[in-house]
């Protein structure tokens, strides 16, 4: 069960990325993006339901979308019209069912860069 985030990198104020989030050993359910920025705690940027339903927080309302692609397990958090205080590692989270345990646990990806810098 793996959760592989990619898609980070450097861009301009102004500019976009796409940060994806491929699920391995699992499906999909509903997914979330958070992120973490130096000295600050980790803070939850965007979801993505199981219904498709999507919720952001304002700072990126308008700017960032969460979407999913079944085919591929994967989920996608198109950001637009960056700021410099975009910048930080992003994490993607999502529930699995652990069926020798009957419950759900969380798994983390391992992180991906976002520099928002000119």
């Known amino acids: 069960v793996q959760l592989q985030a990619s898609g980070g990198g450097l861009a301009q104020p102004g500019g976009s990325l796409r940060l994806s989030c491929a699920a391995s050993?699992?499906?999909?359910?509903?997914m979330d993006w958070y992120r973490q920025a130096p000295g600050k705690p980790r803070q939850l940027v965007a979801r993505?339901?199981?219904?498709?339903?999507?919720d952001y927080i304002d700072s990126v309302k308008g700017r960032f979308a969460i979407s999913r692609d079944n085919a591929k397990n994967t989920v996608y958090l198109q950001m637009n019209s960056l700021k410099s205080e975009d910048t930080a590692v992003y994490y993607c989270?999502?529930?699995?069912?652990?069926?020798?345990?009957?419950?759900?646990?969380?798994?983390w990806g391992q992180g991906t860069l976002v520099t928002v810098s000119s």
């Open positions: 989270n999502a529930p699995y069912y652990v069926s020798e345990r009957a419950r759900w646990e969380d798994i």
């Open positions: 050993g699992f499906s999909i359910n509903n």
């Open positions: 993505l339901s199981s219904r498709g339903t999507t």
